[in-house]
Structure formats: structure tokens, C-alpha cells
């Protein structure tokens, strides 16, 4: 069963707070719900608390599909880190989750407007092995609470190109699954369709983001920021036609065994870009592409096509 779900950082973001800081949370989730996804994942301004959460997300229908869990492995160690994540596994036990999302932030540059992309933390090849067996640990952890462990590869971090990560992916235990992104694979250089043949077994969730490759290029060429290339709008949603990512390789790829979320997250300044408008459109297309690869959805609400 393949569902549909939508990350309100569209709406709200995360990283840069001053980008949709205006629009209420009731907002984002009506909006949601009316253009057809079933469920969102975490935004900073949801309640931690279960039981507040369900109040807020039940009148609008959705979900919660998982939540981001900032790693910070480098710097603090195992022990500190299951720690640190055990009241946001409690969270996405409570609300039905089956994936937990982790990424190791320690040094990023990622939510750092003055810092550039070649500022990002990386490691060399003797220090990967080490990185790989703690972040296994983790994953152990959380399957040992009901969760899948799903590893979101992030610009600005110490896993970002496509080297980065099949060290990762190489070194990890198979109880690390991975969450493809295809806007940041696109942006770090790599092939969205090409990982994705090459991991679709180990793929667990998948965000479908889009990116303009002339915002991308400038991006890297001239060592912005990421923020500022999100400001400048290198992510935009499928189905836009300024977009130069191919999603029906990923589809394809994953088609055969895949089950759970597709989720669209595509992080744009909304007063440039209506978060309405972008991700009805965004969802129109999905659902086009996932039924041309055989993909099924099981909730063909309002805003399908």
C-alpha cells in the first residue's frame, strides 16, 4: 500500500524560521488535507505531546508519518544519543509511526545562513567505519522500539555526496535503512534514479522533491549557503516544469517491493510560491507518475488527478 503524505516545511520551515514563520499551523494542515495527502510528518510548531498532537492533526484527518531526529554521534557518543531520541521514539510509537528519520547533524551547516556548503563536516576514510558502527547502534536501538531507522543523506552534512554515501550505506549494518531524497541527491550531484536501483531494497521511505538545476548549479558553483539556494528556490515540488528531476526511475526502482509513504518535501519561501498552489500541484503529479510505475495508492482524495 503506497500512501500519500506531505512535510509542511512548504509551509513552515525549519531551518530558516523566518520562512513561513506568518502561516498558523491550522493553517498548513487544512491546506493539506483539502489538497488530498493523508498524512504530514513533524514541524517545529506541532506538540511534542501525543495526545495534544492527535488534537490538533484529527479534525483535518492526517497522520503523522515520522518525525526528523537530529544525531549528534560525533559529539556526544551512542549512549548519549538513545538517550537523547528516547522521548521522540515515545512520540512516534504513540502516534502509529512505522519509520523514524535520523540524520547526524554534529558541525552541519545545513540551518546556517553564514556558513557555505564546502564548510560541511566530512570524514576521512579510516574515520567512516567507526561513524557507520556507532550510527548501527542507533539503528538497533530504534528497531528495538518498533521503529524502522531510515538515514536522510542532507546537504550541508557529513553524509552529502554520493561517495558519502555509499560509504555509509557500505560500512552500516542492514538494520540502517535509507530514506532517498531525491532533491538532494539531485543537488549533491548524484543520479536519483541510479541510487535508487542501486539500494531499492534498502529503501524505506521516500521524499520526492524537485530541483531547479540552474539555482543548483549557482549554488555550488559559487559556494552558497544552503540556505540561501533554498531562498533563491532550488527545491521546488514534481511536476513543476522548472524541476529537472526524473522521478519515474525512482518509482520504477522501487515499485516492486516498496510499501509506505510517499512524501513530498519541498521547502520554498511561500510568499514566492504559493504552498497551496505548489503542492497540489506537486501531489497531481506524484500520483500520475507512481500509477504509470505501478505503484498503488490507497486514497484517492480530493486533490488526485
Same mark, same amino acid.
Given at each position: 500500500?503506497?500512501?500519500?503524505?506531505?512535510?509542511?516545511?512548504?509551509?513552515?520551515?525549519?531551518?530558516?524560521?523566518?520562512?513561513?514563520?506568518?502561516?498558523?499551523?491550522?493553517?498548513?494542515?487544512?491546506?493539506?488535507?483539502?489538497?488530498?495527502?493523508?498524512?504530514?510528518?513533524?514541524?517545529?510548531?506541532?506538540?511534542?505531546?501525543?495526545?495534544?498532537?492527535?488534537?490538533?492533526?484529527?479534525?483535518?484527518?492526517?497522520?503523522?508519518?515520522?518525525?526528523?531526529?537530529?544525531?549528534?554521534?560525533?559529539?556526544?557518543?551512542?549512549?548519549?544519543?538513545?538517550?537523547?531520541?528516547?522521548?521522540?521514539?515515545?512520540?512516534?510509537?504513540?502516534?502509529?509511526?512505522?519509520?523514524?528519520?535520523?540524520?547526524?547533524?554534529?558541525?552541519?551547516?545545513?540551518?546556517?545562513?553564514?556558513?557555505?556548503?564546502?564548510?560541511?563536516?566530512?570524514?576521512?576514510?579510516?574515520?567512516?567505519?567507526?561513524?557507520?558502527?556507532?550510527?548501527?547502534?542507533?539503528?538497533?536501538?530504534?528497531?528495538?522500539?518498533?521503529?524502522?531507522?531510515?538515514?536522510?543523506?542532507?546537504?550541508?552534512?557529513?553524509?552529502?555526496?554520493?561517495?558519502?554515501?555509499?560509504?555509509?550505506?557500505?560500512?552500516?549494518?542492514? +538494520?540502517? $535503512?535509507?530514506?532517498?531524497?531525491? *532533491?538532494? #541527491? %539531485?543537488?549533491?550531484? /548524484?543520479?536519483?534514479? @541510479?541510487?535508487?536501483?542501486?539500494?531499492?531494497?534498502?529503501?524505506?521511505?521516500?521524499?520526492?522533491?524537485?530541483?531547479?538545476?540552474?539555482?543548483?548549479?549557482?549554488?555550488?558553483?559559487?559556494?552558497?549557503?544552503?540556505?540561501?539556494?533554498?531562498?533563491?528556490?532550488?527545491?521546488?515540488?514534481?511536476?513543476?516544469?522548472?524541476?529537472?528531476?526524473?522521478?519515474?526511475?525512482?518509482?520504477?526502482?522501487?515499485?516492486?517491493?516498496?510499501?509506505?509513504?510517499?512524501?513530498?518535501?519541498?521547502?520554498?519561501?511561500?510568499?514566492?510560491? +504559493?504552498? $497551496?498552489?505548489?503542492?497540489?500541484? *506537486?501531489? #497531481? %503529479?506524484?500520483?500520475? /507518475?507512481?500509477?504509470? @510505475?505501478?505503484?498503488?495508492?490507497?486514497?484517492?482524495?480530493?486533490?488526485?488527478?
Amino acid at each position: 500500500m503506497i500512501r500519500y503524505g506531505v512535510n509542511p516545511i512548504g509551509w513552515i520551515n525549519d531551518d530558516d524560521l523566518s520562512l513561513g514563520d506568518h502561516i498558523p499551523l491550522e493553517q498548513c494542515l487544512r491546506e493539506a488535507a483539502e489538497i488530498g495527502f493523508e498524512g504530514i510528518e513533524m514541524g517545529r510548531k506541532m506538540p511534542a505531546d501525543p495526545r495534544a498532537l492527535r488534537a490538533v492533526l484529527a479534525p483535518h484527518g492526517l497522520e503523522l508519518v515520522s518525525a526528523w531526529c537530529s544525531l549528534e554521534l560525533l559529539s556526544r557518543g551512542v549512549e548519549a544519543e538513545k538517550a537523547a531520541l528516547d522521548a521522540r521514539l515515545r512520540l512516534l510509537r504513540e502516534m502509529g509511526c512505522e519509520v523514524c528519520i535520523v540524520c547526524e547533524t554534529s558541525n552541519t551547516v545545513h540551518n546556517d545562513r553564514n556558513a557555505p556548503l564546502s564548510a560541511r563536516p566530512t570524514l576521512s576514510g579510516p574515520e567512516w567505519p567507526g561513524f557507520a558502527g556507532a550510527l548501527t547502534e542507533i539503528a538497533r536501538h530504534v528497531a528495538g522500539e518498533g521503529l524502522t531507522p531510515v538515514y536522510h543523506h542532507h546537504m550541508g552534512t557529513v553524509v552529502q555526496s554520493g561517495e558519502d554515501l555509499e560509504h555509509l550505506l557500505a560500512q552500516a549494518g542492514e +538494520e540502517l $535503512k535509507l530514506l532517498l531524497d531525491t *532533491g538532494h #541527491a %539531485a543537488m549533491a550531484g /548524484m543520479d536519483p534514479g @541510479a541510487v535508487a536501483a542501486r539500494h531499492a531494497g534498502r529503501i524505506r521511505h521516500l521524499h520526492l522533491k524537485n530541483v531547479r538545476p540552474p539555482v543548483a548549479r549557482e549554488a555550488i558553483e559559487k559556494d552558497r549557503s544552503f540556505l540561501d539556494a533554498v531562498r533563491a528556490g532550488v527545491f521546488t515540488v514534481p511536476g513543476d516544469a522548472e524541476g529537472g528531476v526524473d522521478f519515474m526511475p525512482v518509482l520504477r526502482a522501487v515499485a516492486g517491493g516498496y510499501e509506505g509513504w510517499l512524501v513530498i518535501e519541498a521547502e520554498q519561501d511561500p510568499r514566492m510560491r +504559493e504552498p $497551496k498552489a505548489y503542492q497540489s500541484m *506537486g501531489l #497531481a %503529479a506524484l500520483r500520475k /507518475m507512481a500509477r504509470e @510505475a505501478g505503484l498503488w495508492g490507497g486514497d484517492e482524495r480530493s486533490g488526485g488527478a
